[in-house]
Nanobody
């Protein structure tokens, strides 16, 4: 059973940066796809960025050009670099292990990190 541990959240002012990390256990890391989701109070969880096993990436329109997802297979870790943060980026961010199919990321129900809070003040 793969376990995911999210970290790196915090409080920053608008325009600041944070880097989130998702550390995964298990020996199959390099063949897995991962996604970063976020959920703001009163809103549905939304996919922010995803990365395939060959490091192809996709982003939500709201974060394109500001967020970058990467992976380090040697460290079994996925990162989300967030720059030019805005107050509307405030949310709990979750890492997910999923699959890519026909260029689209699909989450799995059983593989979520515990979440890390990101708060951006104006």
């Amino acid at each position: 059973q793969v376990q995911l541990v999210d970290s790196g959240g915090g409080s920053v002012q608008a325009g600041g940066s944070l880097r989130l990390s998702c550390a995964a256990s298990g020996s199959t890391f390099s063949i897995n796809a991962f996604g970063w989701y976020r959920q703001a109070p009163g809103k549905q969880r939304e996919l922010v960025a995803s990365i395939s096993s060959d490091s192809s990436t996709n982003y939500a329109d709201s974060v394109k050009g500001r967020f970058t997802i990467t992976r380090d297979n040697a460290k079994n870790t996925v990162y989300l670099q967030m720059n030019s943060l805005k107050p509307e980026d405030t949310a709990v961010y979750y890492c997910n292990l999923g699959i890519y199919w026909s260029g689209k990321y699909y989450s799995t129900a059983d593989h979520w990190g515990q979440g890390t809070q990101v708060t951006v003040s104006a």
